[in-house]
């Protein structure tokens, strides 16, 4: 499986744009970028996925680089909720839905 | 709509012993997988199930059974517990047909082995 390779963690002020960095160098042409996140003491959920081009939806913004081999996870505005374990997960296309987790970057907001 | 539920939400067991974890999904969905989740780690993905009938083996499927006798629950065994089965264990869900990628996580079972 491709990998990926995210900070351990970050730091971000209410309010403040984020910006959550991603590699996947070895990235093949059929695989899809996920990005999950876990608050604490619960299970992860689906934020945002994306193939080739930048994707928004109402939780975050998707922008992948034109090689694909990074992509960034951006939450327009922090909020204390979104304090969580972030994890980038690339999803092969003939993999079915399985997802394999790294360890991910734990966002801390700061009032 | 209570999504992914499962039950027990926390568990301790004696080395040895054996327990069932039920996962109930209310979503018709298809595909149904265990995780287990280490402190300080990512989930690492058991079993997994694409179907009424049937199951696979994940990442790490050794010391765990699974089974889906109904489409709606995927039920995750320990013959034996052991130690090294401490863990949080995650259960989720998701439809099968293309496009439709997200999965679904209940709320998560907190295992103690002693």
Redesign the interface.
Same mark, same amino acid.
Not at chain 1, 41 to 46: K, L, N, R
Not at chain 1, 96 to 104: A, E, I, Q, S, Y
Not at chain 2, 101 to 108: A, H, S, V
């Given at each position: 499986d491709a990998k990926t390779t995210q900070p351990n963690s970050m730091e971000s002020n209410e309010e403040e744009p984020v910006h959550l960095p991603c590699n996947h160098s070895t990235i093949s042409g059929t695989d899809?970028i996920?990005w999950?996140r876990q608050l604490p003491?619960? =299970?992860?959920?689906?934020v945002i996925?994306g193939l080739t081009s930048n994707v928004n939806n109402r939780m975050a913004s998707l922008a992948i680089a034109e090689d694909r081999k990074s992509s960034t996870l951006i939450l327009h505005r922090a909020t204390l909720r979104d304090a969580a374990v972030y994890?980038c997960i690339l999803?092969a296309i003939n993999a =079915?839905?399985?997802?394999?987790? =790294?360890? =991910?970057t734990r966002l801390m907001v700061k009032p | 709509n209570a999504g992914?539920t499962q039950t027990p939400k926390f568990r301790v067991l004696k080395t040895g012993q054996s327990m069932t974890l039920l996962c109930a999904q209310d979503m018709n969905h298809e595909?149904m997988y265990w995780?287990r989740q280490d402190p300080g780690?990512?989930?690492?993905?058991i079993h997994?199930s694409?179907g009424e009938g049937t199951t696979a083996k994940? @990442?790490v499927p050794d010391g765990y059974n699974v089974s889906r006798l109904k489409k709606q629950n995927f039920l995750l065994g320990l013959e034996s517990a052991a130690p090294s089965q401490t863990s949080v264990y #995650?259960c989720?869900s *998701?439809? *099968?047909v293309s496009g439709s990628? @997200?999965?679904? #996580?209940?709320?998560?079972t907190r295992l103690t082995v002693t």
């Open positions: 899809y996920h999950y003491s619960q =299970g992860p959920e689906y996925h994890y999803r =079915g839905n399985m997802l394999t987790f =790294g360890g =991910g | 992914v595909y995780y780690m990512g989930l690492r993905l997994y694409v994940g @990442e #995650f989720a *998701s439809y *099968s990628y @997200e999965q679904y #996580f209940g709320p998560g």
